[in-house]
């Protein structure tokens, strides 16, 4: 088996729904300013499905991201209302760390409850996933929370602030945090490991690999992901929102499935996550743009994940004979 | 190499008697590839009514290939096959067992979930208004027929022994009315009391008329139940229809393609100073206090039937189960059996090789570089925690070439390697790290004789270089051949250890049975 | 080999289908981008949401201003109802595409603002229609009054609770009873502003009355409406009247009562005329409805924003009407006109 195939398919996937929407959708579709919308729109989905790609691969899954991502953007706007204005200028950087720091503590304790007492990952986060929700919700007493206008705001414009950085903030920031999974999942020890405890969680404790630890790290990680996709969240709200996100965390999944993840684990790049979280905004803006109405999206958006996973077995099938 | 011959606690009638009339199977030039590999390029089997007829091979010559193609897993590319006179070509697993083909899979398959009789009865099931109506009757006679009178049909598959899963397979073969069954390895994982109840079972098959294709690597087993033998190699027929009292050299030199040199290669008796001292050491609750010490250059055997706990005294030491009492003396410092873990274990220069490959010792879906390295990784990494991928490609392609590893470069799933070829990563993964005590379970299992010889050949060096080895396995020809001293557990209760001179396959039968001398 | 195979087969079947799903909708989507958008202006509707009959009705009455000014209109709802960053994403991809004008019902007062005025500074003008929104970029605020709305409820529930408390001789008596109201959802503009005129018009109609709770919210759909309501009837074994501030939660509260029996013990009053609440009027199950004019949001949206488009001068607020309905007035003509408008003729199906 030529391994690069399946590593290519989203980029194909991707490169197919891209041009038939040139053809279907009217020409602003492949106008620079939509351009920079679709990568605006795919910011969130992608920041999360990149924590995702560590959790997937290391065979385990996260229900929980999208309740995480309420969470952060809720502690966020929380965080900006305890200043007086003027607002103090490190103030929008300690809510970036608190929404983050917030994700990143419910990932741990997903990764304790599932490592410590080996339960099965999709009940522990099933479980959390409400659990987290509602916290959201209290930690946002039932209603969106308004906050001062800071810089956070502008994260998310499609006509980015300055000029010289074309796309906004959120993109160049998917796009380093894609860079930085990628060499840690490809150049660190850490990153072995991952793929590891996913491909055989046995063999990785044989080879003396700290697996409880790893496990929790893994979660942390998906967990602080999340809170910088629900910081980007507010930005593109403006507030914090504790029904936000709500079922993103299937998107999510399914970004990092259709990049190349596999939910048997010991497979998935951060690349193909990215590309698979671009993949479905290109599906739903094009599908805006040529005013496709919303039962043809879902049913296409759903065809294109069961796409991919039977792909992933078909490759399953191909390597094996 | 007269390892091969025999094994030594078979006894009992031979069940050879030669057949003669028109061949119920008769397969001719079958070919089949998966995508550029040519599985089989010209397979013949012919095999007579009520005869059990051996098919063997190295791992990969295809075997299991024809197997599935005469049980209608697989489409033959091209070639002719007969079955009871006429001409057929397996459309399906359910075609060929309405004509009377059953296979006995090499992985069982049956659904630990249901009972003996549903598991029979699967996919035969007799329906009253939609309700099955009990077959337990015909499914006890099946059972019966096999000397299995006890066997309950009520029990719940996923309670039985492997023995019993087996026979529940071979159950359904008869409920089936087979007329012709293909056994893929039944003894490989069965302890030797089982084998002989199996052998049983199977001369009763033969009494009845049924044939048996019988795949197995344990060419004794084959020279006692087989009427006939053939051999492939390479996906094609080399020698059809042996004589069951074929010299087992012959049948080996067929299978490999050469004459078998010296399988064992010799060894040199120098050994160093005391690497390792247990006192007292209880591996699992019940077992006896076991001393056992283990010097430089030592290849130090662990005999003793399936579930004497062989396995518990490695991964004990090894840290991967909790040891209930006793202490540890490494390199002169004694350490107590409580507290003692993986991570000291690993920190103290032990290393360790599983006996199940599959599912703990590697992880097949990645590849030959990430499962050899994973023990040692931080070998590779530099002050920033970065990975010198360069230096770790570079290590393991050293070893790769070292072991003589057939594989298609370092990148490519351990999955898609042959068993022999998935044991060197195990033992190269040894080889990369720096431990100095290698516990190795069972480190031959399912690996053909070839890899065999290299298996032999490497840990020999090793311990020549000043490894200290412990070597746990079920075949005494093997221990015989490649340890020095030897020890023996029976039931928990480990024997002194003595050298290899010292001990006779008897001696050793007697302590496994009993845990007494002879 | 396989692999190539495979994926050659699933790319070919993914752009077959893509290829599929956009004919399907050529005629009537693609269209409007097409030649004819050259000399036809187009509008994109954006509601909260398109499965309720609100606002098909609301489509209904945009399709009718689209035809009498010669208009395409494009109806593109978020995929889920309390989908912020769905409807966020709804509206950018508009901009993106530039057309003539936005109509838009936002999700959230807050969220929607800049990605309204986003679509502004690229010179689409922006209508916004049933809900309000925080910021001045906008062209017309197109909705009803729901504070006035909510206090209509207000006075009308004073009525039934006096009928109800009142003796037999029929002359109105003190409003008396336990009065709840479920609300709707989180940081919704328009629902909380017509529960608030609700409660601010019962204190002024039915002083005596009690309201025993009125902080729960029912969520999005009848079904965790439903949920909400059942656990609130639990609470509260005595109530007289109660007030939902919108359809899918007047409905969940309506099922409610059903399955508990008390549909006739108390008045439910609701908003919104949708079908299963029209017949629940006939059995009496249901004591009165406000009803909006939701046609009438939807072609005055249109046509304002067209005459924003044009340069005109428009009204920044512009109220659609609310009315009161009880349950033995459903049959009269002028309610069905207001309540069955003729959608086929509009929506074609």
Redesign the interface.
Known sequence: ???G??T??PY??LA??YL?FS????A??H?A??LK?IL??SV?VGIGALGMTFVIISGGIDLSVGSLIACATVLLARALNLGHEPLPGWLPWAALAAATGCGAIGGVLNGFITARFRLAAFIVTLGTMQIYRGGAKWL?A???V?APATWL?GLM???AGPRWLWIAPGVWLLLALTAAVA?VL?????G??V??LG??E?????????VALRRIQIYALGGAFAGIAGAM?FA????G????????ELDIVAAVVIGGGSL????GRAAGSLIGALLMAVL??GC???????Y?????VG??II?AV??DR??A????? | MVGELSKPHLSGPHLNEPRSGRPILRVLGVKKA??AAQALRGADLEVLPGEIHALVGENGAGKSTLMAILGGNLRPDSGDIAFRGEDWTPAGPAEARNRGVSLVHQELALVPHLNVESNVTLGNEKARFGFARSQADRVRAALEELGYADLDPGARVGSLGMAERQIVEIARALFHDAKLILMDEPTSSLPARDVERLFAALGRLKARGIAIVYISHFLDEVARVADRISVLRDGATVAAGLPADTPTPDILQAMVGRPVAEIFPPRQGNLGGTVLEARGWVSRPGAAPADLSLRKGQILGLAGLVGSGRSALLRSLYG?RRPVAGSLAIGGEAELARGWT??RA?ASGIG?L?EDRK????????SIR??S???E??RF?NAA???R?DAEAAAVETMRTDLAMRSQGI?Q?V??LSGGNQQKVALG?LLLGDATVWLLDEPTRGVDVGAKAEIYRLIAAEAAQGKAVIWAGSYLPELFGICDSLAVLHRGKLSPIRPISAWSEATVMAWAAQGVHA | ????K??TK??A???L???A??A??AG???A???TA?KTRPVVAVIPKG?THEFWKTVHAGAMKAGSEEGADI???????E????GQ???V???????LDAIVLAPL?E??L??PVE?AV?RGIPVVIIDSDLKSKAFSSFVATDNFAAGTLAAQHMAEALAAKGGPASGRAAEPVGNVLVMRY???SASNSNRENGFLEGLKKFAPKAVVVSSNQ?AGVTAESALKTAQNLLNKYPDIAGIFTPNGPTAFGMLRALQIAGRSKQVKLIGFDATEPLLAAMKTGEVAGLVVQDPFRMGYLGVKTALAAKRGEKVEARLDTGARFIWAAEVDLPDVQALVHPDLKKWLGN
């Open positions: 088996m030529k391994p195939l399946r290519l398919a194909l996937g197919a729904a038939l053809l279907l959708a009217p602003a579709f106008g300013y939509n919308t605006t729109q969130i946002a039932e209603q969106t308004t705001n414009e499609v006509d060499v490809r150049y660190t020890v850490f072995r490991h793929y590891a491909s055989n046995a063999a990785a404790r044989l080879c003396g690999v700290p969240q593109n709200l403006t507030l929102d504790p029904t936000a996100a709500e079922g993103m048997r684990g010991g497979e739903r803006n805006n743009m040529a005013g496709i109405p919303n043809l999206q879902n049913i296409v065809a294109i796409g039977g792909l078909l490759g099938r191909g390597s094996r004979a | 998966f995508g991967l993986l991570e690993r360790f599983s599912d703990e010792g590697l992880a097949l879906g990645l990430a499962n390295t994973l023990g990784l931080r990494a925690g970065l990975l991928l990148e799933p999955g898609e993964r | 080999m396989l692999m190539t495979a994926l699933a790319v079947a993914t752009i289908f893509l290829g799903a956009g399907a909708v009537e989507a693609v409007p981008g097409g958008a398109t494009i109806w593109q709802g978020p995929a889920k309390d989908d912020r960053k966020i994403e709804v950018q991809n508009f901009t993106s595409r530039g959230d807050t969220a603002a800049r986003a500074k959802l989180e940081g919210y």
